[in-house]
């Protein structure tokens, strides 16, 4: 009788934040290299959800308030 193969699964790693000039990073490992990326706050990401909802609903309006 065969035994079942033992699956590797990853562990999830905890998240590395920085705070810079009130601006706050996630510190990420890519081959080998320590980048930082931005993470949006709550107000840029209450204002994308309602720019998606409004696109969503209203493609016209939409496109006039962003048309230059």
Sequence with gaps: MRLNPVRFKNKPKAKKFR???GVKFEVM???GTEME????G?????E???DFKLFKT???KYYKKYSV
């Design 19 to 21: 705070i810079k000039n």
């Design 29 to 31: 490992n890519i081959g």
């Design 37 to 40: 990326i931005r993470v949006a």
């Design 42 to 46: 709550q107000k840029e990401i209450d």
């Design 48 to 50: 994308a959800k309602a």
């Design 58 to 60: 209203n493609k016209k």
